[in-house]
């Protein structure tokens, strides 16, 4: 059983994809619908969306029923993705753990409003060759976002330039 805070979908051909209505379940069995989640509307809503949500809810189940506006329509395309969300009362918030850090630290960065800037990250050592997983705590005014990103590095030695190479250049 969870509470429902949040439901998103992202559109794959939404000129094709018409109506949906969410249905909520606590045993499997027995169906109501989900506070405000009737007639939701995704005819031509492209990219990630946001279900009307009144009030979270509880559900072990969920039911999305997709129709046409009530004409013939010869495909209902449905969304590509579909995303639930309960929160992250019950949940670790933290990077995660997939091996060794190799290095760790702090600094501190000051961002005008309204604008950016950028902060280039140093390593006492050069990367070996691999794959690396970049993770970034960001905190502000007592807010805390957490993001990673893949790092490849790949060392290659660097060739001494021949007369061979440089006629060849």
Not at 3 to 19: C, P, Q, V
Not at 95 to 116: K, Y
């Amino acid at each position: 059983m969870r509470e429902i805070r949040k439901l998103t979908w992202l559109s794959g051909d939404a000129n094709h994809s018409w109506f949906v209505d969410v249905s909520a379940s606590e045993d499997g069995k027995n169906y109501s619908p989900a506070p405000g989640l009737s007639n939701v509307d995704h005819h031509q809503k492209w990219g990630w969306r946001e279900f009307p949500l009144e009030r979270p809810f509880k559900a072990r189940v969920l039911k999305f029923c997709y129709r046409t506006a009530g004409g013939r329509e010869d495909l209902i395309a449905f969304p590509s993705e579909l995303g639930v969300y309960d929160g992250a009362d019950d949940e670790v918030v933290a990077l995660p753990n997939v091996g060794p850090v190799i290095e760790d630290g702090q600094i501190s960065v000051d961002v005008p409003a309204h604008s950016f800037a950028v902060q280039a990250l140093t390593l006492a050592r050069p990367l070996q060759s691999g794959a690396y997983l970049l993770g970034l705590s960001v905190e502000r005014e007592g807010s805390r976002e957490l993001s990673y990103r893949h790092v490849f590095s790949s060392l290659r030695e660097q060739p001494e330039l021949t007369a061979t190479n440089r006629a060849s250049v």
